[in-house]
């Protein structure tokens, strides 16, 4: 942590820009005017556009050493395709948790909710490489053990078929067991570390599951995070389990609050919106991975029409099949625009930013401390070098960051007031070491479809009546 | 030109890669095959990705100038605010093609189609900048001068309302020996410069400007272009004007066939793509574009399985805001998905590589000549780095390329035989140059909304049902 003064730097005011300097002393900003003496280091801003970081609000890091590889095939499928993989090590999980928090980093990200996928047996192990990796360079993380407690195969609507499932290999209480030890061995917000509670959905966990996690939720002060009604296949299960949505059923469990924050919500019924915005919980938007699986297109606008809190994120890196937040901003902005005729309802490049910045930090119940370019808050910054080819010729700099295809334009971050970023490169770990490791570790293959894909599939193409 | 050969290159074969050598003499393939001599240069290819250049199908180089600024409106009002910019003179012409012509080779690239804007009373020395502009960077491309003898009031529907209309300021005559000229003096496919008759749309054009063009076409032997229904407006107002669809009113106009490429088709009805396929005219798909303007998701998949050539591109830069190819691949690929629930009709990476690469080249009536790796083709050939942390951990080369979001992977470029760009740079034309003059040419803002779009807005409400 050290002070610093950034001078000349772009901001957005509420009309349009001024150009201005920012002072930041020990991890938060403390003046917003021109002309200030430099505390501590002078950092040089100008031709650079200055924004609060954003959030990438919903990822599974360890997905990214299958990025690329994964066919063309919906969820349910495709999440069979992705447990075929040979099992990760803590090592791998190490390296990806690195390589997304890098990817998000260069594209605005200062925080990161890592829906993390535990390696059986060893749930302990993957989440302290993470926590390490995270700790290591330096970006705000929230890691979401992904739990259930019913097997994979129950994901999938019965469809009025009698179906044979193995038990889950853990118990219900064994998992909140574990997750309470994984909550006093790594919940520490003042280090940057954030433990949240996330069962994986309702499609694969039972309601004892959900309200022990509402429990520890309430005693430790934890975020609570899970995928919602991702898939129509999702959406056909909830009614066939609970004769109502997984929304109306997440309420009556009264899992849904201000500090919910639901990923995906494509299949979201009116009166479901009208439930998510009542209880203030926030939808965790990834347009690339609902594009990708074919999920469908999330109701965004009537989402935030109704008042609901909508925030952006990339999701796993092989459903999306990168961690670039600026991408998932960007599409998550202009997809909604064919939901409409009405471009009076559309998102707007400042609204996105906000969407991804404030709005990010509320789903995560720090709107307080992060999120927006204000005295007291702490620094979490992004700046983008405007003079950069893709940012050119000079327009609009929201609207080219947002609507452009901006490339090596994060020239600095700071997160909590370090800086992590520094003239594009990260200065906290050794990135050609990782790039070699991920070489290393990995090699090109077309992979083959999967066993448990080929079980599945017939139930599936059942089920969702696509023939033979 | 020069001859070289390539070692150890990746190469897609029909079930996964292989690594060979490709040899290039003078500018086209000759050979490839495992450890060939060294004819000319000898260019590493190891770790690299070598396939044909991909076609950006249509864009307006102009729009550089406002990508990032124009507000989040649909086509009819989107075009009011660019035709509200101050005027374009030759000199940005020129340097916006360079800019287009930049982003373009660095994602993938190698031909583009310029549905060039011209500058009324400067029109050839609008077409002479950007030929010089092409030459110079040595891009393969097709200068599609956009014209149209109807004003732009015109393209929206009246809705039964009377309207007065100002004529358009040149007669379709004047227009048609304007057309004539443009293609004695700078169509010359051997130098990489073509031209191509290209009527905006029948929403702004008299059958007499697409006979005409038709005519010119067949005389010289050059591809059709045009806009083709990107709007509902546009749907509306073919029923208005023909009582017909717009392209039942092509085909009766003689302007479909095999060198013809329609941008957009979004409100294709069923019978529409039959005449499309059975004519064997090109769509040209501009996924963000058709997102950025709510214009509508294209029935791609539908066209496809109708036997319709449907190939990617950018549209131009402010209503995309980018030309980056493997975005518009990636995005045209994806958004698909959501339009069907049968995950075999989608499409995969590898098809998406061909509709960017031979289906282009199909599109432009040279499919002979360039868009696959094969001897006795052109060398129009890009290679990207797989060793880049964004195509990193290696899975499937192509799935990567396709679904992840990659940025600095185009290591070599050839257009042609002549090579473009080398270790991710630019080689032809002074980049560093051009970005400072993008940068001096222009300055931060914030446009505010122009009095032509208000002019137009209530009666674009009152059309389209908005309401006020």
Known sequence: MSNFTIHNVVIPQAD???????????????????????????????????????????????????????????????????????????????????????ETLLSGGTTVVDHLVLIPHQELDTIAAAVRAYKEI???????????????????????????????????????????????????????IHIAVAPTGTQLCTDALFTGCMELSDKYDLCRHSHLLET??????????????????????????????????????????????????????????????????????????????????????SSNDSQDLLEAIKIGSILHNVTDFDYRQWITPRQAVEMASLGGAKGLNMADKVGSLEVGKQADLVMYNLNHLSLLPRTDPIGLLVLG?????????????????????????????????LFNQSQWSVKQQSQITKDMEAHYRFVMGLGD
């Open 138 to 192: 330096g970006i705000r993380a929230f890691i979401a053990p992904l739990i259930q407690d019913l097997p994979l195969s129950m994901g999938i609507p019965a469809g009025g078929k009698v179906q044979n499932h193995e038990p889950f290999f853990r118990s219900t209480a064994e998992i909140l067991e574990f997750m309470e030890t994984v909550i006093k061995q790594f919940h520490n917000p003042e280090s940057g």
């Open 16 to 102: 349009g820009y001024t150009t201005t300097d920012v002072q930041i002393v020990d991890d938060k900003i403390t003046a917003i005017a021109p002309e200030l003496n430099v505390t501590g280091t002078a950092v040089n801003g100008e031709h650079q556009l200055l924004l609060p970081g954003f959030i990438n609000a919903h990822t599974h890091s360890s997905e990214m050493w299958l990025r690329g590889i994964i066919p063309p095939f919906p969820l349910e499928l495709w999440l069979a395709e992705l447990y075929d993989f040979p099992l990760l090590t803590p090592e791998k999980v190490y390296l990806s948790a690195l390589g997304n928090a890098v």
């Open 232 to 317: 129509k296949a999702q959406e056909k299960l909830a009614q066939e389990k609970y004769g109502c949505s997984a929304v109306e059923h997440l309420q009556n469990l009264g899992y849904l609050s201000d500090r919910t924050s639901l990923a995906h919500c494509v299949w979201l019924s009116d009166q479901d919106i009208t439930i998510l915005g009542q209880t203030q919980s926030t939808i965790v938007h990834n347009p690339l991975s609902n594009l990708r699986l074919g999920s469908g297109i999330a109701p965004i606008l009537k989402s935030r029409q109704a008042g609901v809190n909508v925030v952006f994120a990339c999701d796993g890196a």
């Open 405 to 437: 295809r901006p490339s090596n334009v994060v020239s600095n971050v700071w997160v909590n007031g370090r800086q992590i970023v520094a003239d594009g490169e990260i200065t906290t770990i050794d990135v050609d070491g990782l790039q070699k490791e």
